[in-house]
């Protein structure tokens, strides 16, 4: 029984920032990196499977991305990850969430998994395509916005509930493999102990190229991807002022704000 | 024997063994050696010559590491005055906002904004709590934007001087009257310019300088005359108000006025005797608070209709048993509790409220410190992890049952021990391996713990765990044997 948990490095904004010379992005100095938020729940979804199953049950995490990316493969590792995946080529720069899906649709083939976990979406991007992508390449079952999983392995179906708006609960039946985006809080995420660090720090990171997966430069990057960035830039500040005065003035200032949107 | 005392059992050296001058060169070679641009900020301040070069390579090797350095709250302030050399706009953004870069440091900085015109920067400095007088008087005098000179009269490291000169610069206009109503907030501002101020100015800035602690008494008794809800409100909780004037406040028709009265402590008691059947329950709440309540008033407040009005009553420490038995029968599990939380709850109610249906109730009386031993061992079966928490807290807790504790899987109850301030080192040893990084970060200041305990997380994974360590052995430096560390590092390096 394998699971394999889709993981991304995201990067998160300090409070100031610049913009890269050629306007696409922010400037990588002034990124902070860390493990996919979401992604932190998959992985414990997919531990909590293998810690309560009597079978052996194989924990595989894959990440499409540059060196920096070990990083949080071995936080991965630390928690309980029994192997990483790296997949990169320079030429994947600039890839988007179809491209990505693509690319870990080929690791998936060669790992042949039993279940794939990914993210609902990704905190920097949030395109929330990802996981759809690789469903739709590999022609599995999905399902979206899993708050709930009960499944063992070996079952050739599993039972989620997807949240939807207004408090909705949905029950849906799922055929096995299926690709799963995790929603946040449908667990509580480990801390990786110091022992587990420690030994994650010596367990090799599995670095794999395109043309393992039998893919080249002209199927990745921005100029094969169906998105591409045109720019990035911070909007010009909208109607924002700061309400100025003695506390007792700025208190009857928001009361006569909140009068006025209520037509008192 | 356990891998815990092999590694953490070693009796730590005395002070006597001491040589101040090796540990320091001795924790600076180690921290060169680390290659860790966190631990070298953290003994940065010990380095000379070229030792301090050398760290100071590792800490502004990337620009990234120099950005992060100088904007994290922890950073030392010879750090951040090394990183005010680069000459990098984006770190000196992050300068000025650090709260630990020093007044000399902003006083460069000043000037290169000065220089550069660069108004943000200014406007930064001009508020920044380190700032040195002589800087921000110039910015009083000189800055030309309105942005700097705001953040400047809200600043209360300004001087009485400073704020003055702003003051007086600035006469007239909207910007004036925008600097005064800031001035007449700012702790520093002196009673004579608050006067000045005082004279022509509309409401709000006349109440917000009735309020200030350095208000001339000739405002306070001139304004004790004023019919204005603002000035009413601040004056009501002025202990400098006469028992007359409280009297009219306490028949005003505006609830916040009341409820002024209601929390003055110098409100006479017959006034208190009126202000408990105020028809507002703010004003009975702020009445339930107080500490020179009288039976009668006690006995109304028992039976009020409102929550919050039992439930403070229930805090304070002056309520008598009775009604303290009363409340913790109510039906309200916040009353309860707070019977639970009142310091002079006794142990009868203690009893009683451990084994309460609320989880909440019950953690208050875990919580409590005169709670008794046999009682927390009772609790310490709870399994709501706030009741547990508690527990972990609570000095009077048997170490048998804290030794339990630092085993749960709820990072608040193994922080509960690492905070109980009688937890011994056997019990916390466990948590030197604790996988939440900030409780290893509070093993690092835990007086309990020994100095080998202590420096044998030097090199945890996370490097906010190692910085602390490092930072740790910067101030007790003295503590520390030299010998003991150059050695210990002489031995590892036979091992490899």
Same mark, same amino acid.
């Given at each position: 029984?394998?699971?394999?948990?889709?993981?991304?490095?995201?990067?998160?904004?300090?409070?100031?920032?610049?913009?890269?010379?050629?306007?696409?992005?922010?400037?990588?100095?002034?990124?902070?990196?860390?493990?996919?938020?979401?992604?932190?729940?998959?992985?414990?979804?997919?531990?909590?499977?293998?810690?309560?199953?009597?079978?052996?049950?194989?924990?595989?995490?894959?990440?499409?991305?540059?060196?920096?990316?070990?990083?949080?493969?071995?936080?991965?590792?630390?928690?309980?990850?029994?192997?990483?995946?790296?997949?990169?080529?320079?030429?994947?720069?600039?890839?988007?969430?179809?491209?990505?899906?693509?690319?870990?649709?080929?690791?998936?083939?060669?790992?042949?998994?039993?279940?794939?976990?990914?993210?609902?979406?990704?905190?920097?991007?949030?395109?929330?395509?990802?996981?759809?992508?690789?469903?739709?390449?590999?022609?599995?079952?999905?399902?979206?916005?899993?708050?709930?999983?009960?499944?063992?392995?070996?079952?050739?179906?599993?039972?989620?509930?997807?949240?939807?708006?207004?408090?909705?609960?949905?029950?849906?039946?799922?055929?096995?493999?299926?690709?799963?985006?995790?929603?946040?809080?449908?667990?509580?995420?480990?801390?990786?102990?110091?022992?587990?660090?420690?030994?994650?720090?010596?367990?090799?990171?599995?670095?794999?190229?395109?043309?393992?997966?039998?893919?080249?430069?002209?199927?990745?990057?921005?100029?094969?991807?169906?998105?591409?960035?045109?720019?990035?830039?911070?909007?010009?500040?909208?109607?924002?002022?700061?309400?100025?005065?003695?506390?007792?003035?700025?208190?009857?200032?928001?009361?006569?704000?909140?009068?006025?949107?209520?037509?008192? | 024997?356990?891998?815990?005392? %092999?590694?953490?059992?070693?009796?730590?050296?005395?002070?006597?063994?001491? &040589?101040?001058?090796?540990?320091?060169?001795?924790?600076?070679?180690?921290?060169?050696?680390?290659?860790?641009?966190?631990?070298?900020?953290?003994?940065?301040?010990?380095? %000379?010559?070229?030792?301090?070069?050398?760290?100071?390579?590792?800490?502004?090797? %990337?620009?990234?590491?120099?950005?992060?350095?100088?904007?994290?709250?922890?950073?030392?302030?010879?750090?951040?005055?090394?990183?005010?050399?680069?000459?990098?706009?984006?770190?000196?953004?992050?300068?000025?906002?650090?709260?630990?870069?020093?007044?000399?440091?902003?006083?460069? =900085?000043?000037?290169?904004?000065?220089?550069?015109?660069?108004?943000?920067?200014?406007?930064?400095?001009?508020?920044?709590?380190?700032?040195?007088?002589?800087?921000?008087?110039?910015?009083?005098?000189?800055?030309?934007?309105?942005?700097?000179?705001?953040?400047?009269?809200?600043?209360?490291?300004?001087?009485?001087?400073?704020?003055?000169?702003?003051?007086?610069?600035?006469? !007239?206009?909207?910007?004036?009257?925008?600097?005064?109503?800031?001035?007449?907030? &700012?702790?520093?501002?002196?009673?004579?310019?608050?006067?000045?101020?005082?004279?022509?100015?509309?409401?709000?800035?006349?109440?917000?300088?009735?309020?200030?602690?350095?208000?001339?008494?000739?405002?306070?008794?001139?304004?004790?005359?004023?019919? !204005?809800?603002?000035?009413?409100?601040?004056?009501?909780?002025?202990?400098?108000?006469?028992?007359?004037?409280?009297?009219?406040?306490?028949?005003?028709?505006?609830?916040?006025?009341?409820?002024?009265?209601?929390? &003055?402590?110098?409100?006479?008691?017959?006034?208190?005797?009126?202000?408990?059947?105020?028809?507002?329950?703010?004003?009975?709440?702020?009445?339930?608070?107080?500490?020179?309540?009288?039976?009668?008033?006690?006995?109304?407040?028992?039976?009020?209709?409102?929550?919050?009005?039992?439930?403070?009553?229930?805090?304070?420490?002056?309520?008598?048993?009775?009604? =303290?038995?009363?409340?913790?029968?109510?039906?309200?599990?916040?009353?309860?509790?707070?019977?639970?939380?009142?310091?002079?709850?006794?142990?009868?109610?203690?009893?009683?409220?451990?084994?309460?249906?609320?989880?909440?109730?019950?953690?208050?009386?875990?919580?409590?410190?005169? %709670?008794?031993?046999?009682?927390?061992?009772?609790?310490?079966?709870?399994?709501?992890?706030?009741?547990?928490?508690?527990?972990?807290?609570?000095?009077?807790?048997?170490?048998?049952?804290?030794?339990?504790?630092?085993?749960?899987?709820?990072?608040?109850?193994?922080?509960?021990?690492?905070?109980?301030?009688?937890?011994?080192?056997?019990? =916390?040893?466990?948590?030197?391996?604790?996988?939440?990084?900030?409780?290893?970060?509070?093993?690092?200041?835990?007086?309990?713990?020994?100095?080998? !305990?202590?420096?044998? =997380?030097?090199?945890?994974?996370?490097?906010?765990?190692?910085?602390?360590?490092?930072?740790?052995?910067?101030?007790?430096?003295?503590?520390?044997?030299?010998?003991?560390?150059?050695? &210990?590092?002489?031995?590892?390096?036979?091992?490899?």
């Amino acid at each position: 029984m394998k699971i394999l948990v889709a993981v991304k490095q995201v990067a998160a904004l300090e409070e100031d920032f610049e913009i890269r010379a050629d306007g696409k992005d922010v400037d990588e100095d002034f990124m902070l990196y860390d493990l996919n938020e979401w992604d932190d729940y998959s992985l414990e979804e997919a531990m909590k499977i293998k810690e309560s199953s009597d079978t052996e049950v194989e924990v595989v995490v894959v990440s499409v991305g540059p060196d920096r990316v070990d990083e949080s493969l071995r936080k991965c590792l630390a928690k309980g990850a029994d192997r990483a995946i790296r997949v990169w080529d320079d030429s994947a720069e600039g890839s988007d969430a179809v491209v990505i899906g693509r690319i870990l649709a080929e690791v998936i083939k060669k790992e042949a998994p039993d279940m794939v976990f990914a993210g609902v979406q990704s905190s920097d991007q949030a395109y929330a395509s990802t996981g759809i992508s690789v469903a739709s390449y590999l022609n599995w079952p999905h399902a979206a916005v899993v708050a709930d999983l009960q499944y063992k392995p070996g079952d050739n179906k599993a039972v989620v509930r997807r949240e939807l708006e207004g408090g909705l609960l949905q029950e849906v039946e799922i055929n096995c493999p299926a690709v799963l985006t995790i929603q946040l809080g449908i667990n509580k995420p480990r801390y990786a102990s110091l022992r587990g660090i420690k030994q994650a720090a010596t367990k090799p990171i599995e670095e794999v190229s395109l043309g393992d997966l039998s893919l080249s430069a002209g199927d990745v990057g921005a100029a094969n991807s169906m998105s591409r960035v045109r720019r990035m830039y911070v909007p010009e500040k909208g109607r924002a002022t700061m309400i100025e005065g003695t506390l007792a003035e700025q208190a009857a200032k928001i009361i006569q704000i909140i009068n006025e949107f209520k037509g008192a | 024997m356990s891998v815990l005392s %092999t590694k953490y059992g070693k009796k730590p050296h005395s002070p006597s063994e001491l &040589n101040m001058q090796d540990s320091t060169d001795a924790l600076v070679k180690l921290a060169i050696k680390a290659g860790d641009p966190y631990v070298a900020a953290a003994v940065h301040e010990l380095a %000379t010559g070229a030792s301090k070069r050398r760290l100071e390579a590792q800490m502004m090797g %990337t620009r990234r590491t120099a950005l992060s350095l100088a904007r994290w709250e922890h950073t030392p302030a010879s750090v951040l005055a090394a990183l005010s050399g680069i000459g990098d706009d984006a770190v000196d953004l992050r300068l000025d906002k650090n709260p630990n870069t020093a007044s000399g440091v902003l006083s460069n =900085l000043y000037v290169d904004a000065s220089n550069k015109r660069n108004l943000n920067l200014t406007k930064l400095i001009a508020q920044h709590r380190n700032s040195e007088a002589g800087i921000l008087k110039s910015i009083a005098l000189h800055a030309e934007d309105a942005e700097s000179l705001l953040a400047l009269s809200k600043n209360p490291s300004a001087t009485a001087e400073v704020l003055a000169c702003l003051s007086a610069r600035v006469a !007239d206009g909207e910007l004036s009257v925008a600097l005064n109503k800031n001035i007449a907030q &700012n702790i520093s501002a002196s009673s004579d310019l608050l006067a000045r101020i005082y004279e022509h100015s509309d409401l709000h800035t006349q109440a917000a300088i009735i309020g200030h602690v350095n208000c001339p008494d000739s405002l306070i008794a001139a304004a004790m005359d004023s019919e !204005d809800l603002l000035v009413m409100r601040t004056l009501a909780r002025d202990k400098r108000v006469t028992a007359d004037t409280l009297g009219r406040y306490a028949r005003s028709d505006d609830a916040g006025v009341r409820c002024g009265v209601a929390a &003055n402590a110098a409100t006479p008691v017959s006034l208190i005797s009126e202000l408990i059947n105020d028809r507002s329950e703010l004003v009975r709440r702020e009445i339930a608070s107080r500490a020179d309540l009288l039976p009668v008033h006690i006995v109304k407040l028992l039976v009020d209709a409102d929550v919050w009005v039992r439930q403070r009553l229930a805090r304070n420490e002056i309520a008598p048993l009775p009604v =303290l038995r009363a409340f913790a029968a109510d039906a309200q599990a916040d009353v309860r509790r707070a019977v639970a939380r009142n310091t002079q709850c006794p142990l009868e109610l203690l009893e009683v409220l451990a084994t309460d249906s609320n989880a909440w109730v019950r953690a208050a009386v875990a919580y409590q410190h005169h %709670t008794p031993q046999e009682l927390l061992v009772e609790l310490s079966a709870d399994e709501d992890v706030d009741v547990l928490s508690g527990v972990a807290n609570n000095p009077n807790t048997p170490q048998q049952i804290l030794e339990k504790l630092v085993t749960s899987s709820e990072a608040d109850v193994r922080r509960g021990v690492i905070l109980n301030k009688a937890a011994t080192r056997k019990t =916390l040893l466990p948590l030197l391996e604790d996988p939440y990084y900030l409780h290893r970060v509070l093993m690092v200041t835990n007086p309990s713990m020994q100095e080998l !305990d202590k420096w044998n =997380l030097r090199e945890d994974p996370d490097y906010q765990v190692r910085f602390s360590v490092y930072r740790w052995a910067v101030k007790n430096i003295a503590p520390i044997n030299a010998r003991y560390i150059v050695g &210990n590092e002489v031995i590892r390096r036979r091992r490899v």
